[in-house]
């Protein structure tokens, strides 16, 4: 079944130990799309400039990733550029171009509105409640967010909040959208602000998932325990540039193939995130997500169960 | 089977964000004892100073623990105040005062030379050379250590680890150790130094072990892949004091009480460990290890797996 991201389409300018790239095909949508799309059929919402080519619209169409959503306008694609030179696992942005997402006004295809998954990605939460509204019958809706959005657009952002069935957000976003910095709290006060679920990634430590009692895992007066899925130890991160993207990917783009969200595919959908992500960091930018074989997706994730399971 | 463990028996005083304790039992071999002490046979080698009670001494017979190696001498016992009120995750030291440790020689009683399991708790290299020496003939040895003896005694520390089949450490002192900042790479360099295997605890992370092909995994030409435990998610630690020795202490406990080390026993051992450090951090001190009923920890143990299992 089909997932509808609105997100970025960007271009990166990328420094890590590994190396450097100056610009590279980038953007939370674009990962994330990369990523289910080894799942499930992906339609993008998002808008680019003028210097985004047909080679980069290839990237996804290779995917079979429908991008009839990426709206074409004059100037430039949004532009971003960032450094891990010093931590590895927090980017030093060096420079944020907005351009063209600075007056971007989402519009929905016709052939989007049976979408039944919808996920928001890391945008402006006005954007992310105004394609929302116009998807009022989608069965599932997760979504992302950033410390900017947090800190700076508390209101916009707490409306989008209240419809979510997941938010996916990393410790640090956990910590400081709840202002509290033990997770099992934090996790606690985000829920009661209306996510159903919240999936909160540690990086190289996985992720860990909440349910409140209103979410599926809750139905029959059973608190539904928190879930903990392993990252796979890697000897180099060449680019964490949207791993959590990548995550979101994965995780989303699994539950929209199954049929029924149970606990179980929840847990599995925790794992291929991982298993999106750790292939992910393997390159620069989307180098790695685009050439998968859906073997090496297999092998990963049985991977992923043998090292954290007791038998 | 019998673990023998020579570390610090000490007083702590402690202050954490939910609330300060003047002077509890503490030091690495009590956290290490009284966890290991729920599943075999501990016997262990100290020395404490005439401020050692016998309401002291009682804390570990109460648990069936063989005292017989702690030596009181004149003078105090070591003691040791640190604040968490800045970071739980580390201390902060207030004060250190090693007193009776300053000019101790470890002496093994007769009744001790047949334990086949030997800890090595955090305490001078040169003191976890000599009881090594001294017990040539136990079949398993693991240890820990600190930043102090990884910065400032690192050539007898070095001469420790070459003989160690498991050494224990956090996070931060496996990469000070490695002098690499990537966990996996850091885990083969520490590996090269001697350890059959590595684990490394990451706190509320849990803990991820790495073999080498000496260890008992490697024999059949296979390499053994890393393992990661869960931690469990807690609104609150009240004292995270002892963590890492009371992990140590399940760990090693688990492995003592088991036929064949076999890597599932291994994988057991580091839940034994999570389930055990989770405990530790519930009360001020040594206070929940005192007094856990086996039932709890089958109870927990169960609740690491559900938190951690695809089913």
Redesign the interface.
């Known amino acids: 079944m089909a997932i509808l991201v609105v997100g970025s389409v960007a271009f990166d300018g990328i420094e890590t130990p590994s190396g450097k790239v100056e610009r590279v095909l980038g953007g939370a949508a674009t990962h994330f799309a990369l990523a289910a799309s080894y799942f499930t059929d992906v339609r993008v919402i998002a808008v680019v400039g003028e210097d985004f080519t047909a080679e980069n619209e290839a990237v996804f169409t290779r995917r079979g990733i429908d991008t009839r959503g990426i709206e074409h306008t004059e100037g430039k694609s949004f532009f971003w550029a960032g450094s891990y030179l010093k931590n590895?696992n927090e980017a030093q942005t060096l420079r944020t171009d907005l351009n063209v997402f600075q007056s971007f006004s989402p519009k929905i295809p016709a052939e989007y509105q049976d979408s039944e998954f919808l996920f928001l990605a890391n945008i402006d939460p006005v954007l992310q409640a105004d394609v929302r509204a116009k998807m009022p019958n989608v069965k599932l809706v997760c979504g992302d967010t950033m410390n900017y959005w947090i800190n700076d657009h508390a209101e916009n952002l707490a409306k989008v909040l209240k419809g979510l069935d997941g938010l996916l957000i990393n410790d640090g976003e956990a910590k400081l959208l709840a202002h509290d910095?033990?997770?099992?709290?934090a996790?606690?006060k985000i829920l009661s602000m209306g996510p159903k679920s919240l999936v909160v990634k540690?990086g190289?430590?996985?992720a860990?998932a909440?349910f409140s009692d209103r979410s599926f895992a809750g139905k029959n007066g059973k608190v539904f325990?928190?879930?903990?899925a392993?990252a796979l130890?890697?000897?180099?991160?060449v680019d964490p540039t949207g791993a959590g993207d990548s995550f979101a990917g994965g995780f989303f783009g699994y539950i929209a193939s199954q049929k029924d969200l149970t606990p179980?595919t929840f847990?599995?959908a925790m794992?291929y995130g991982g298993v999106m992500g750790s292939f992910a960091v393997e390159r620069f930018g989307t180098e790695r997500l685009q050439q998968l074989d859906p073997k090496e997706l297999e092998e990963r994730f049985a991977?992923f169960?043998?090292?954290?399971?007791?038998?």
């Open positions: 590895l910095a033990n997770l099992v709290r996790a606690d540690h190289e430590f996985g860990t909440f325990l928190p879930f903990r392993p130890p890697l000897s180099e991160v179980a847990k599995k794992f991977l169960r043998e090292l954290s399971h007791l038998e």
